[in-house]
């Protein structure tokens, strides 16, 4: 049972305005300058930001605060916790408007703010680098066939995989939020306290507080090769951003062409490395389009039940009519991981996406190469969605079909299953 499980004066964030005594000067060069996100709510008089640490799972602390199985005034042993890699600093993380959904400090905070720290302030990182072996099946299958040659470090003869992973939790400017996003810091600020039921009357009471943490799904980097080679003119970059497709990512569904394109980008990520350069993976928890899995779902069934089959022609239309929206990604935030790792060109980008197109080359980082996916890997239900992005414009080196084409049945039916 944890300590100081006694009730505590309730603490009104709508009403109070004491000021924060470490404020934020975001895009600072020096990190003691910019000063350190507190997120903790142990001494909320230090806090310097909406919301709270740990993405989505801050709900799942409270539960174990309300049980009695966390004390709320835990704080952290961070003893030998630091990243295995140094990243950065990198001129990216200077400029405000650059970087707005992840401190680029995150990672650092042990150290940076050591003093403060063992002076008792509850400061916590927000990124976290560590490494890994990985297991993909479809590696292993490739290194069998010989499709895929093992080098016995970054790929090993059994296909198994080294990795540098790292894991970012959101921290929002909420001003370059505003400004990425096109809209006014005050209506996003509005929205989202409206939007999430009043969760956060910070939003709208305190102005002079810039960041959020918000209660979102949160950003994987996958490494693979040489860290250094980012940086390096000389040598590649090979890079897919990923969105959360858990159907098919982990489950193989095969209405979609997820899994068959990260397990590709990861091996268009090991062949660069392999050359000496270094290989990109962002895994970005924005299941089906960040509409949320249910929405997903009941697309679905809607695409097999309307009246002349699933087909591409009314891929997009049927999402709309349940969501309201296409798409709630919102790529222009999606560089940020990017940015922080120094990235400024991409010499193999494994995506069909117009939209992480515009939105990488629009904040300047270029890309050389667009690589798609081969044929044999699209899965056979996933034709619809594959047919139906290409004749709205996503890059492809195929065929795009016509609107005869499209609007015949291409998909499965309920029954088939
Ligand atoms: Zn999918």
Partial sequence: MAENRQLRAISLTSHTHRGVKYPIQWGQSDPLQRGPIIGSIADSSLKNTIGSHAGSY???????????DLSPVHKPDLTNTEPVVDIGP???WFDPAKIVSIDPWGHRVASDFKAEIDAGVDIRPTIAITKARITIPEIQYAVLQGLVKADGKILLASGE???TKIALEPV?????IAERIGVEEMTLRRAMFEQTGGM???LVTRPDISIFMPPIGSTTIYLFGDIDAITDPDREVACRVHDECNGSDVFGSDICTCRPYLTHGIEVCIGTAQKGGVGIIVYNRKEGRALGEVTKFLVYNARKRQTGGDRAAAYFERTECIAGVEDMRFQPLMPDPLHWLGVTRIDHMASMSNMKFDALTSQGIEIVNRVTIPDDLIPEDARVEMDAKKAAGYFCDGEVLNSEQLAEKSGR???AY
């Fill in 58 to 68: 801050c709900v799942y602390r409270a539960m174990a605060v309300a049980k009695g």
């Fill in 90 to 92: 990198y001129p990216q």
């Fill in 161 to 163: 995989a080294n990795v």
């Fill in 172 to 176: 929002w400017h909420l001003p370059g």
């Fill in 200 to 202: 956060f009357p910070e």
């Fill in 413 to 415: 039916d309920l029954e």
